[in-house]
Nanobody, 114 residues
């Protein structure tokens, strides 16, 4: 069964940085798109950033210039470098991979607060 293991969440002060990682295992198929989504309390899950296997990226307007998504195809791992974090970035962040099917990670909490 496909597994996604997320790490890197935590508590950070405004203006700080965090790096999220998501490693996929037990996938024998090509992973077309890897991405990060987030869900804040009382809000719907929203796109943060995605990256294709060719390296094309897409970002939500709210994170452009602050967040960077990258992936290591050999390790089947996607990263999200988050800089200049704001309180409104507080949410549970979910990893997603698409390989013909779609798989979600369990989520990792990111809290931005002083």
């Amino acid at each position: 069964q496909v597994q996604l293991v997320e790490s890197g969440g935590g508590l950070v002060q405004p203006g700080g940085s965090l790096r999220l990682s998501c490693a996929a295992s037990r996938i024998i198929y090509r992973i077309y798109v890897m991405g990060w989504y987030r869900q804040a309390p009382g809000k719907q899950r929203e796109l943060v950033a995605t990256i294709t296997d060719a390296g094309s990226t897409n970002y939500a307007d709210s994170v452009k210039g602050r967040f960077t998504i990258t992936r290591d195809n050999a390790k089947k791992t996607v990263y999200l470098q988050m800089n200049s974090l704001k309180p409104e970035d507080t949410a549970v962040y979910y990893c997603n991979v698409q390989y013909g099917l779609s798989k979600w990670g369990q989520g990792t909490q990111v809290t931005v607060s002083s």
